[in-house]
Each structure stands twice: as C-alpha cells, then as structure tokens.
C-alpha cells in the first residue's frame, strides 16, 4: 500500500498508457484551497521577485549583445562589420561562462546549502556587469577592446549560468505541490520580459541621443549608448541581491539532509513524511523573512559535515541506477537540442530582421541601429512573451510532457515551413511563420526543459542535476553561436534551418524517456527507493 502511494497512479496521459509517480500531497493540497494554479500569494510573488531578476538579466543581456556588437562596429571600425572570430567569441562568451557555472553552482547548492550559496550568483553578474561598462575602447586596439569585452561577458556568463541551479532549487524546495510547475514558470516568464525591457532601454537611449549622433555627426558617441544599455542591468540587480543573501534555508531542504545522525527520507516511514511535507508546503512553503542566527546545535552541525562527506558518494551512486541516468539523459539531451535551435535563432536574429525590413541597413548609422530596435520588439512582442504566459495558466493542467512534446513538435513544423519555403514566402508570411515559432518555443520545451530537471529529481541532489542538464543546454546554445554564419554561407540559412528541424523531432524523441511530474513528488520516490533498497 505504502508503495502503490509514494511510487505510482493510473491516470491517463496523452498516450493513454503511462503509468507516474504521484504524492497524495498534491490532492492534499488541490482541495485544501479554491484558488487558481496561476495566481500566486503575497510570499509567493516575493520569491518571483527574488528568484526571477536572474533569468530578467539572462534574457537581457542575450539581447543586449546584437545590439552591443552592432554599435561596437561603428565605434571601433568606421561601420565595418566585426571579425567573425571574435564576434562569435563575444556573442558565445557568456553562454560559454553559463556552463562553468551551472554546474560549479549546482553542486555547490547541493553540497553547502542554497542559502549558503545563494545570492553569490547575483554579486558575480554585478561585478563582470561593472567591468564590462570599464571596457577601454579608446585605448586598447579595436581587437584587444573585444577580447577585454569577451573575457568579462564570460565572467558575467558564469554568474548567469549559476543562476539557474539556484533558482530553481530555492523556488521548488519551498513551492506548493499544487502550483510547483506554475511558479517555476513563471520564474522562466522573466526571459521574455528581459528580452522586451532590454528593446525598450535601447530604443529610449537611442532616441536620447538621436541629435549628437544623427545630427552632429558624431558617430562614436554610440559608446556611450551600449554602456547605459548595458549599466542599466546593474538597477535590477542590486535591488534583488540583500534579499538573496539574507533568504533563509528552505524546511524541506533542511529535512533533505542528515541531521540527527541519520538520512529522514531513507528511515522516516511514508506517512511521517508526508506529514511533513504538507506542513512544510502548505505552512511554510515560501518563508523568506530571515531567521535569528545559533538555532544549529554542535550536534547537527557535527552530523551535517558527516553527510557533505557522504554527498558526492550518494550522489554517484544515486545515478548510477539505469532508472535515475535516463532521466538525466532526457533532460540533459532535451534541454542540449533545444537550445541549438533555440539559439540559433535567437542570437542570429539579423536574418529574420533582414526579412520584415527591420535589419538597418540602409540610412544614417542611428536609423540602421533604430530600425534594428524596433525589430527587436516586434520579434519579441510576437511570440515571445505570450507563449511563456499560456505555459503558466496551463502547465498544472496539461502536464509538463504534454507541453515539452507538443512544443518540440509545433516548432520543428515551422522550421520546416521557414526551411522549405525560405526563398519564397512574402514578408508578413515570414513574420507570421516566425511569430509562431517562438510562441511554441516557449509554450513547450524553452520553459519545461527548466522546469523538468528542477521537479523530477530530490531535493537532495536536485541543484547538481539541474546544473548539469542546464550546461547541457548551454553547450547546444555555444554550438549554434559559433556554428551558424559559418555554416549558413557554406551550406546556406534554409539547411541551417532544417538541422534545427532534425533537433526538435530528436528532442521530441527524448522526451519520452521522461516521465510526468505533475503531482510528483521526488522525495517521496525516493524515500521509497531507498526503503526498497533496505529489504534487498
């Protein structure tokens, strides 16, 4: 009985067969309150706030850097375009930093504590952002100024990347089981806000400074614009980062780890455990006032070291297990081919600027670098923004692999419609067709390839194995930034179009290794494998 609770149910998936782990604390909590999934407590809008500013600032540096490269050329080279070397190494440089600290955070996370950790992530980002706006453009040769630039974006990358770990662990360790799925999503919503605020910095500091460039003549002034640009990053940032650092440890991370001398979730019986959970879930899900300093006992702190030196040993052997490597073999490869299209897309947005018109290149250096911006907000306005918003009214509804299949699915059609009818579809049946992609790009995989890692695995290693599928991730993104203008002149931009095809239907392929996370409940499985493992 106790197994048939903890492991498994039988409702029906979108296959009809597929059998998941379920908690009963899901219903626990389903019946415990009449609200929508998707509408969120005071505590829980203050974790948004804290945890969201990191992906705001992902997605608003992923945008600043078109903007960035394209006003370097007229400071650094009368207008000429940048050599392709270094400009893919300062358009990757912060995707390649992202996977140094994925994974350095991650297992940090898990090993030292989230609070111990957290907020660290956050003071990285603010110093590479303040060394980034010291970049020495007129006194450094214009190569020597971009591998100055490069070398912090990757600094800055790092402190992006350990992000992802660390938010995500910190807003599911306290989330309601009921609406776990809904608050990682709309932490992820953020990149899309990112994404159109940074549009909009750009367009109001251009627009300030439209005379001294346009009418002056003065085109170097543009040095100034990617500073702001870039600077303003620094408000968000500062105003999120006592209350990461001050954020106190998560119930249900601390019943994670060892504290009597013993592991909770390997002794506890189920019912002891659930018992906590919903106490912990309902009660105090997402307290974030600070707690007063000496409640650790010696005796705790004496058993915590004892299980950091068990960590990694459990955590090898945790993923030893052929059920538990496939998993994060799904996430890892599903989040890897995402992102190579994802990517792709959208740090080469110049071809699809060049389609509706928008790619600035015809008029004075401010109107290419204005028509630029304006395409920024309409790609982003499009599809962007609204697909991230119907993830989050209806993940608790569909499930998380609906979503993922459907969006892989949805998005390899129109590649294959960008792909096969490049050539010859008219300017709004491009943007259309564009619209479209990004819509299923994050109303599917771009949103639960974050979400998946975060609520299948334990607590107990959850950071580690959300780091390593994130890094996953940002390796396929590394891959499309060095890989696309070299590759669409050799082989031209719609075979470029269809590998990104070939990668949704591979990450349709792996997503069904996965199973459904909806009302699961990691811990819970866990607690019953280990009790497995005891009887044999």
């Known amino acids: ?75 650094l080279y ?18 390649i930093g992202s996977v140094i600290g994925q994974f350095v955070f991650g297992f940090a996370a898990d090993y030292y504590g989230r609070k111990a950790v957290y907020g660290k ?6 110093f590479a952002t303040i060394m980034t706006l010291t970049t020495p453009t007129g006194a450094l040769s214009p190569e020597s100024s971009l591998i100055y630039l490069a070398v912090f974006r990757i600094i800055l990358g790092i402190g992006v ?31 899309g806000w990112g994404s159109l605020v940074g549009s909009l910095v750009f367009i109001v500091t251009l627009a300030c400074y439209r005379h001294v460039m346009d009418v002056d003549g003065q085109t170097s002034k543009v040095d100034g614009v990617w500073r702001i640009v870039v600077g303003v990053s620094l408000v968000p940032a500062f105003g999120t980062l006592y209350q990461r650092l001050t954020l106190p440890e ?17 002794e506890d019986s189920l019912e002891t455990l659930k018992a906590k959970n919903a106490a912990t879930d309902s009660e105090k899900s997402v307290d974030t006032s600070p707690k007063p300093e000496g409640e650790e006992t010696a005796n705790n702190t004496h058993n915590l070291v004892v299980e950091k030196k068990n960590h990694f040993a459990e955590f090898i052997r945790y993923f030893s297990e052929w059920r538990h490597a496939k998993q994060l073999i799904g996430t890892c490869a599903c989040w890897f081919l995402l992102d190579i299209a994802f990517y792709g897309i959208n740090l080469n947005q110049n071809v699809v600027l060049e389609e509706i018109g928008f790619d600035g290149k015809d008029g004075t250096p401010w109107n290419k ?79 639960t390839t974050y979400c998946y890692p975060a609520e299948l695995f334990p607590t ?24 696309f203008n070299s590759l669409s002149k050799k082989i031209g931009t719609p075979a470029v179009l269809w590998i990104f095809f070939g990668c949704c239907i591979a ?14 409940d990691p811990d819970l499985v866990y607690a019953e494998e280990m009790r497995e493992r005891r009887r044999a």
Not at 164 to 186: E, F, H, Q
């Open 1 to 75: 009985m106790a197994m048939a609770e903890a492991r498994e149910n039988t409702p029906s998936q979108a296959s009809g067969l597929t059998r998941r782990p379920h908690s009963d604390l899901g219903d626990f909590e389903r019946t415990e309150t009449g609200r929508p999934t998707w509408l969120l407590t005071i505590p829980e809008l203050k974790l948004l706030g804290i945890a969201g500013i990191g992906f705001f600032l992902d997605a608003y540096d992923l945008f600043v850097i078109n903007p960035v490269a394209t006003m370097l050329q007229y400071r």
């Open 78 to 95: 009368g207008g000429n375009p940048l050599p392709p070397g270094l400009e893919g190494f300062v358009k990757a440089g912060a995707n």
């Open 121 to 126: 992530e956050l003071m990285l980002i603010i």
């Open 161 to 191: 990347g350990g992000d992802y770990p660390m938010s995500a662990s910190v807003s599911t360790d306290r989330a309601n089981l009921k609406r776990r799925g809904t608050m990682l999503s709309y932490i992820f919503a953020n990149q």
């Open 250 to 266: 998560a119930k249900r991370f601390e019943d994670s780890r060892d504290q009597n001398g013993r592991n909770l979730h390997a």
């Open 369 to 447: 670098l204005f028509k630029i911006g304006i395409g920024s907000i309409i790609i982003t306005g499009l599809g962007f923004v609204p697909g991230y918003y119907v993830t989050v009214i209806t993940i608790e509804k569909l499930g998380r692999k609906w979503i993922q299949l459907q969006g892989f699915l949805m998005a390899a059609l129109f590649l294959g419609i960008l792909a096969g009818k490049f050539n010859s579809l008219n300017g709004p049946a491009f943007i259309v067709c564009f619209a479209f992609l990004q819509f299923f790009f994050n109303f599917g995989a771009n949103t």
């Open 460 to 483: 107990k290693f959850r950071a580690a194995a959300h780091g390593i599928s994130a890094a996953s991730g940002k390796a396929g993104a590394i891959i499309s930034a060095l890989a």
């Open 507 to 520: 990450g349709a392929v792996f997503t069904l290794l996965l199973p459904e996370v909806k009302d699961r």
